[in-house]
Structure formats: structure tokens, C-alpha cells
């Protein structure tokens, strides 16, 4: 199944168990009160939808890299960014599941920045802003710049490797 339509199949999904929910709920009322395990399970289904499809595009994204680490050139470089921008899509659709569930707040940090935020790596659209509290790397630009300030100190980064970036 393409992105495009995966992204799409999430969207019904998720305004099919919106429209389920709400008839549920009208019914409910009628006999005095809401299906509470009716609304769990359709909860569920609309978050497996949108976790199943982020999984399948983040698979897709992890090809497109290994493609472009064995392969280099322009075209695998634009079908990589490609592919992390559909994996994006379903994964940003998950993020409403956030709220009222800690448990997800755990991890989250370490799924949407892995293995470190956009920013540091290349450029970003102005709206990305230039800082955050959470990383004092969040915009330098690794790409652009062979040297970053971190810390107060000087980083040598003309050479990306993973040492480097898991500092």
C-alpha cells in the first residue's frame, strides 16, 4: 500500500470511529449512559490504525536510508527526504494520543527526535523556530556548519559519525 494511501486509510478510519463514537454515544443516551468499553475499543482501533501506519512508513524510511547509504547520490538523497516526510504524516496523527496518557510521554521524546532533532541536522523552515529548553542543538545545522558551539565548546563536525551525533 502507497503512503498517500495509507495516510488516507488512517483519515477514514479515524473519522469512521469518530462518526461510530458519536453514534454509540447518541444510542447510549437514549438508554442512559455511554458505552464506555464501546468507546475504549473504538479508541484503540482509531490509535492501531495510526501507530500500524507509522510503523509501515518508518520501515519505508529506514529502506530509502539504507538505499542512500549503499547507493549515494541526489535521487536517493530526495527519496529519503521523501520517505521521512510521509513517515511524518501517520506519526504526527498518532500525536493526539498523547494527551491523557502518560505512558506515551515516556517514550515519545526518543521516537520523534531519533536520533536527534531535524534542525541539527539540516536546514529547517523558519517556523521551526531557533531554540529549544530540551536541546541546545536544536538548529545548528550540522549540514551547513563543519563547526558547532556546544556547551561553550567548539565541536568539530565535519565528520558525521555516530559518536558525534551521540554526543
Known amino acids: 500500500m502507497n503512503s498517500g494511501l495509507r495516510s488516507w486509510t488512517t483519515t477514514l ?12 454515544a447518541q444510542a447510549a443516551s437514549a438508554q442512559g449512559g455511554p458505552d464506555k468499553q464501546a468507546i475504549i475499543a473504538t479508541y484503540a482501533d482509531i490509535a492501531h490504525a495510526g501507530y500500524t501506519d507509522s510503523v509501515a512508513l518508518a520501515r519505508d524510511l529506514q529502506k530509502a536510508v539504507d538505499t542512500l547509504i549503499a547507493t549515494p547520490s541526489a535521487a536517493q538523497m530526495a527519496a529519503a527526504r521523501q520517505a521521512w ?3 511524518r504524516v501517520p506519526y504526527m496523527q498518532t500525536e493526539v494520543f498523547r494527551f491523557g496518557n502518560a505512558i506515551v510521554d515516556d ?3 526518543k521516537v520523534n527526535a ?3 532533532d531535524e534542525g541539527l541536522i539540516d536546514y529547517v523552515a523558519p517556523a521551526y523556530g531557533n531554540s529549544s529548553n530540551g536541546n541546545p542543538v536544536y538548529a545548528a545545522n550540522v549540514i551547513a556548519n563543519p563547526e558547532i558551539r556546544v ?3 567548539t565541536v568539530d563536525a565535519a565528520q558525521l559519525t ?6
Open 13 to 24: 478510519v479515524a473519522a469512521g470511529g469518530l462518526l461510530v463514537s458519536a453514534g454509540l
Open 85 to 87: 516526510l510521509a513517515a
Open 107 to 109: 517514550w515519545e521524546g
Open 114 to 116: 531519533w536520533p536527534l
Open 151 to 153: 556547551g561553550g565548546k
Open 162 to 167: 555516530k559518536a558525534l551525533l551521540a554526543d
